[in-house]
T-cell receptor
């Protein structure tokens, strides 16, 4: 149990296009999900906290108009990188906070490469 | 504010020898402490956690960690390292006070087990 999936696992896009990444909690409900960004051999940087039915809370320095987050249901959050540029290339990881259990589970990550 | 320090970027150990990956933390309340492991291009896998109770916590794959409140440490240990343990290890903390649910991660320690 307690599986979090991400789709796609890898995506390559051209500069200027938008990319959507999905994060799903497969067998539990998650009112809160988190989006992280990770550069090679570095730690996870929290980008935003996604709350079902309300606006996401972005960390300082993260552009909310560039990284659009939608948490429309208790099992799905999406991150859309708008007008992607090569500097947006990174490994994006989501995690879901399991309601009632106080535990956080991580997705397998999405490798974004912007050409 | 909560923070986590992993003082070693890299730890090398010979297969069969004991390993230790260090972690210290700083929080204003009682901490939840976690260890995660990450293999290349993969998400984080949960190893173990400390919430309360016995200071020695046993987790997955033979790993254990000892919570030391006076030294504010939560070092990860394994009695006999395997080559397959080579990966990136993250310590993380979340406090029990307040409404924040997000984990704060350390900078990560790359463990290399030499055959």
């Amino acid at each position: 149990g307690a599986v979090v999936s991400q789709h796609p696992s890898r995506v390559i896009c051209k500069s200027g296009t938008s990319v959507k990444i999905e994060c799903r909690s497969l067998d539990f409900q998650a009112t809160t999900m988190f989006w992280y960004r990770q550069f090679p051999k570095q730690s996870l940087m929290l980008m935003a906290t996604s709350n079902e039915g309300s606006k996401a809370t972005y960390e300082q320095g993260v552009e909310k108009d560039k990284f659009l987050i939608n948490h429309a249901s208790l099992t799905l959050s999406t991150l859309t990188v708008t007008s992607a540029h090569p500097e947006d290339s990174s490994f994006y990881i989501c995690s879901a906070f399991r309601d009632g259990y106080g535990e956080q589970f991580f997705g397998p990550g999405t490798r974004l490469t912007v050409l | 504010a909560q923070s986590v320090a992993q003082p070693e970027d890299q730890v090398n150990v010979a297969e069969g020898n004991p390993l230790t990956v260090k972690c210290t933390y700083s929080v204003s309340g009682n901490p939840y402490l976690f260890w995660y492991v990450q293999y290349p291009n993969r998400g984080l896998q949960f190893l173990l956690k400390y919430i309360t109770g016995d200071n020695l916590v046993k987790g997955s794959y033979g790993f254990e960690a000892e919570f030391n409140k006076s030294q504010t440490s939560f070092h990860l240990k394994k009695p006999s390292a395997l080559v397959s343990d080579s990966a990136l290890y993250f310590c993380a903390v979340r406090t029990l006070s307040g409404s924040a649910r997000q984990l704060t991660f350390g900078s990560g320690t790359q463990l290399t087990v030499l055959p």
